[in-house]
């Protein structure tokens, strides 16, 4: 950790910052609003169809009203068919002054020509005096209005009527022998008008303690819901300053998506701490790695240079050992940098291998680097799709694991290569040396690690083949293990790979 504590320590208080001021009351914030936008919106649509609903209901009434009443009015003087205009009028006057108007009741009127209104409410159709405290002007123009219902509108129609406001009005055409009568009927939309503002007023109301209620509830719904949230931000912001101990608490047994997202939280805090822990090691081996060769090398060199005049066996000396520590340190660098690409997507080249001339021929060339007893036991035919470079090393890396731990001359190193399925394949390196004790046998993988017998640094290696041998064969898809031999000596590593095709 203590390798990106710097960098940890600057970028800290910026993350920090954002963790703590945009999570826990902005998640809450934005789904209150969020839930009094949709009531909003969900409300004024609904207000908007009870309001044109309530006028539409009240209107369709009022129009049942008035056509009943103009017909009835028709009615009445379908008698008088023949009769002069001015009896019609005087029979249609008496007809409508029977129902006096109201506020509340029903405006009748007949209009014919050339002679008067007949109407229950004559003020109206232009001959209404001045009310007190009313100019002679606005009188006027009152009267001018009125005069306008006296123009013929058949059919449904909606006009201003002096001290009364808007009116619905129906009028209807009727001949009684050459008489145009035009017979009509208006209600006041009043009603109409105060029904609908009352809607408004309920809405409003009702709507203010709704939306009230919904943005406390939402708020504290969204309070409950970002508190895992607020705790993960909490948590976040240790790990970011560089406390990788903390862990999402998991109460309750029911699965949902905050306790999936906690529970991947405290996952991912797992592989961090182990991440880092492996790099805490993995440095640590690699600086004692590194620092050995590079001590030897110093003192060497401070021997040398303390004598005055060294002797050419001397030079000779420290040169040989400078070189060996060199050799060492390279091979070191190769193989780390092995396994930092071996993270990389272009770390294969996969091609088409023929497998039994390639097996042959790499065995034959490590023949000839250690002198110990090389077989090579059963090759299956057949191509596999693999990287030749990366299979070459890794398959070196087990016969060089083998030599190392074996006996001088006598030692027993073999190679099998067979099929454990129509598409896999297997390759299995032996020896006769002291084994892997059966506690070591999934460690022998991992970076620097030597066993405790006879694995050691005597040996000359640096405790990366192994590993390499892993990432190769996991960036093949495959895998590698160290297995049982049949007499109990020695120890058995197989490696298998996918996508093998047999002859």
Known sequence: MRVTSDRSRRSSPSVRTRLQSSLPAGLRWRLTAWVAGVLVVCAVVVFFVVYQDTGSQLEGEIDRDISGDTSQLLQTLAPLSGQSAAR???VASNYVRAQPYTATSTLLFVLMPGVATASNHPEVFGASQPQPGETGGEQQLENADGRQLAVPRL???????????????????AALSGVQVIAGAGEPLALVERAQHGVARAFVLAGAVVLVLALLASYLAGARVSAPLRRMA?????????????????????LDEVRVLAEAFNRMLDRLSEAFASQREFVADASHELRTP?????????????????????????????????????????DLLVLAQAERT??????????????????????????????????????????????????RNLGR???EH?????????????TLAPDRISFEVSDDGPGIPVHERERVFERFHRTDSGRTRATGGAGLGLAIVRAIAEAHKGT????????????TIQLVLPRFHSN
């Open 294 to 334: 590079l001590t030897v090398i110093s003192g060497q060199l401070e021997v040398l240079a303390a004598q005055e005049n060294p002797s050419a066996a001397d030079v000779t000396r420290v040169e040989r050992l400078a070189r060996a520590e060199i050799t060492r340190i390279s091979r070191l660098v190769d």
């Open 155 to 173: 059919g449904y129609s909606v006009a201003p009527v002096p001290d009364v406001g808007r009116m619905r009005i129906y009028e209807e055409r």
């Open 401 to 403: 694991n083998a030599v």
């Open 88 to 90: 019609i009028r005087a």
């Open 234 to 254: 909490q948590v976040a912001t240790r790990v970011d300053a560089g406390d990788l101990g903390p862990r999402m608490v998991i109460s309750g047994r029911r």
């Open 346 to 395: 272009d770390f294969l080249r996969i091609e088409s291998v023929d497998l039994r001339p390639f097996v042959t021929d790499l065995w034959d060339g490590l023949t000839l680097t250690a002198d110990r007893q090389f077989e090579l036991g059963t090759v299956a035919d057949g191509s596999l799709q693999a990287d030749p470079d990366r299979l070459a090393q890794a398959l």
């Open 480 to 491: 590698v293990r160290v297995r049982d031999t049949p007499d109990r000596r020695g120890v």
């Open 406 to 418: 074996t006996a001088e001359q006598k030692g027993l190193v073999r190679l099998d290569v067979t």
